[in-house]
């Protein structure tokens, strides 16, 4: 990206007055510096119009402190409120206030609760499994809202909530996170992160006092009084300027595991930006005082410059294996396991898009199992490859979700995940990764096959699929609109063999609804004889276990009431599923990151709304 040459102009004028510098034109910086990606359908790109719905605020935020920091720092801070103002339309300072908070009339620790849904899978195998729904299955054609709460800032909710001692914690799109009561959503406490949180919250008792662990998009992990909100401490796990923490991070055995992943594949499709130099890493932290105890690199090699592209701009490698997903925890051999995305340079690593193992105490990498060999890809790689795109090309088919480990027969074990291949895998974690299964479920692509997660009861795993695609319409002027008509489906397939079990179709229920898509790209969670799986499409619904019938169904996209008495908007569901725990679901409902429905608001609901 050409860095405009920044002049300050002084020009005496009669009577001693200087002239002030023109106001910068959102429009034009916008179109020289960003419509190329947002307005060209570019892959994981958002389109204009996903933008559109941002509080400007919160687009001066991703340009200063967020996902487009690098491209945001070559930007005097008037140029980045000018394209924040052009695209909200509304300038700094005119968002409207955030919404009340209902404050809870007891703020101290809440009695205690047998059930819960604690960070993003419930169990240390990262199941999704709740085994303590507290309804059944002929309780779930029952479930209605109990009550909604709207969240501060702009639209688009979508983090995973987690339950825990008869709360809710859940973060919102600017990085405020929440306490609030299970079962009336008033507020305990908040907490402002330094930027956007994209991850739970777990949250752990440590010598007698409970506390919350969640991570934000800088690169930071946080550690909170889980009563109180207080901070205990926080710690950048990694220097590198767009490296961010999107899994959530776990605390076991005295420590804090965190994953890390990055941006640079998007910034790496900048022809003057080198290229790549990030490289994926777990990074354990002592629970108490978040020093590092150790800090592994999944690709060991350092990078190294390469070549030079056609704008003359050195190019390095290896890089990439971001880690997206929270870590899976084995007790029996003290592993930890995680799944790694794609390489974002040549040469490709070989632990890219692969399953490794490693050793809990000292970091170690135990095993490492590559399923897709060559997938190097930036957003260099687009119709017409740009200097930056590695000879691979693709085809980007990370793992966004956490490998789940489950018993089979006869002591038997496997890790089983779905790819962004759309292919579901399952391994042998005690025979070093050997493949003992691999099933098709759908095409696959940039945005394609299982995107952030699946579930299992023991007997099958269950893999919702996304496949969301574009589809140019006449007259668009603001990047591409989501194909009503591709995607979408829930497979449940065989653990001991993979084999399909049953397959609920994607439902057709976008009708006129514009920028509408039925894929199912959100992880799906399990209770009370039901998988609960969301939509883009903004329809929440539960699917019987033994057969796939949906036998509940809610439309999100429509406008709430909430208990902090303002009006809130439901839309899709993404990135994070619905927590199950005391006989409530919860679930965020709004994300827009591909221009679908946005909103900003949390759902609550029970058994006939009690």
């Known amino acids: 990206m050409r860095r405009a040459s920044c002049v300050l102009a002084f020009v005496l004028m009669a009577g001693s007055a200087w002239a002030q510098t023109p106001a910068p034109d959102g429009a034009a910086l916008y179109s020289q510096y960003c419509g190329r990606c947002h307005d060209g359908g570019t892959p994981r790109t958002p389109p204009r119009r996903a933008l559109a719905v941002m509080a400007p605020e919160r687009i001066v935020g991703a340009l200063e402190t967020g996902s487009m920091r690098t491209q945001g720092a070559a930007r005097t801070p008037e140029e980045r409120r000018a394209i924040a103002a052009f695209l909200s339309g509304k300038a700094i300072g005119e968002t409207p206030a955030p919404p009340p908070l209902k404050t809870c009339d007891a703020p101290g620790r809440t009695a205690a609760h047998p059930a819960s849904w604690n960070g993003w899978g419930v169990s240390l195998a990262n199941d999704r499994f709740q085994r303590a729904a507290g309804f059944g299955a002929s309780d779930v054609p029952k479930l209605k809202l109990k009550w909604a709460f709207a969240f501060s800032g702009d639209a688009s909710a979508a983090v995973q909530p987690t339950i825990a001692g008869g709360r809710i914690y859940v973060a919102s799109a600017p990085g405020r996170i929440y306490a609030l009561d299970l079962r009336s959503g008033c507020a305990y406490w908040t907490f402002d992160a330094d930027a956007q949180v994209r991850t739970a919250i777990d949250v752990a008792t440590v010598a007698g006092s409970r506390i919350a662990v969640f991570g934000d998009v800088a690169g930071n992990v946080y550690s909170v009084d889980a009563d109180t909100g207080q901070l205990r401490w926080k710690k950048k796990v990694e220097a590198h300027p767009v490296a961010r923490i999107t899994g959530t991070p776990r605390v076991y055995g005295g420590r804090v595991f965190a994953t890390v992943s990055s941006i640079e594949e998007v910034i790496g499709a900048n022809p003057q930006y080198s290229c790549c130099t990030f490289r994926g890493s777990v990074v354990a932290l002592d629970v108490a005082t978040g020093d ?43 592993s930890l396991y995680i799944a790694t995305g794609d390489s974002y340079s040549d040469p490709p690593a070989d632990t890219s898009d692969a399953i490794m193992a490693l050793d809990l105490k000292s970091g170690a990498i135990k095993w490492s199992r590559q399923m897709t060999a060559g997938d190097a ?25 956490p490998p789940i480990l489950v018993s089979l027969s006869g002591g038997k074990r496997a890790l089983v995940i779905g ?20 099933t098709r479920i759908g095409k696959g692509g940039v945005l394609g096959g299982i995107e952030w997660g699946s579930a299992s009861d023991g007997k099958n795993i269950y893999a919702p699929l996304s496949d969301l695609t574009f589809a140019q319409r006449a007259g668009e002027v603001m990047g591409q609109s989501l194909d009503p008509a591709a995607g979408g489906g829930l497979f449940a397939l065989r653990l001991t063999d993979g084999k399909e079990v049953w397959h609920a179709a994607p439902a057709a229920s976008c009708g006129d609804r514009r920028n509408c898509s039925p894929a199912q790209s959100a992880p799906a969670s399990i209770g009370g004889g039901v998988v609960f799986s969301g939509s883009i499409d903004g329809h929440l619904r539960a699917y019987a276990l033994a ?19 303002t009006k809130a908007r439901g839309g899709s569901f993404d990135v994070g599923g619905p927590a199950i ?12 990151q591909w221009g679908g429905a946005p909103g900003n608001v949390l759902l609550a609901f029970a058994v006939d709304g009690k």
């Open 292 to 334: 590092v105890a150790w800090k592994t690199y999944v690709i060991p090699d350092e990078p190294k410059p390469t070549r030079k592209n056609s704008a003359g701009t050195q190019l390095f490698g290896p890089s990439g294996a971001a880690i997206w997903s929270t870590p899976t925890i084995d007790e029996k051999t003290g």
């Open 377 to 401: 890809y930036n957003l260099g790689c687009g119709a017409t490859a740009g200097p930056n795109c590695p000879d691979a090309k693709g085809p980007d088919v990370d793992f966004g979700s």
């Open 419 to 438: 790819q962004k291949s759309g292919v579901v895998h399952a391994l042998d974690p005690d025979d070093r990764g050997k493949v003992l299964w691999t």
């Open 547 to 565: 057969s796939g019938d949906v036998v509940w169904d809610f439309d999100a996209v429509r406008t709430f009431d909430t208990v902090n008495g």
């Open 581 to 592: 725990a005391d006989g409530m679901i919860v679930a965020t409902s709004g994300y827009s």
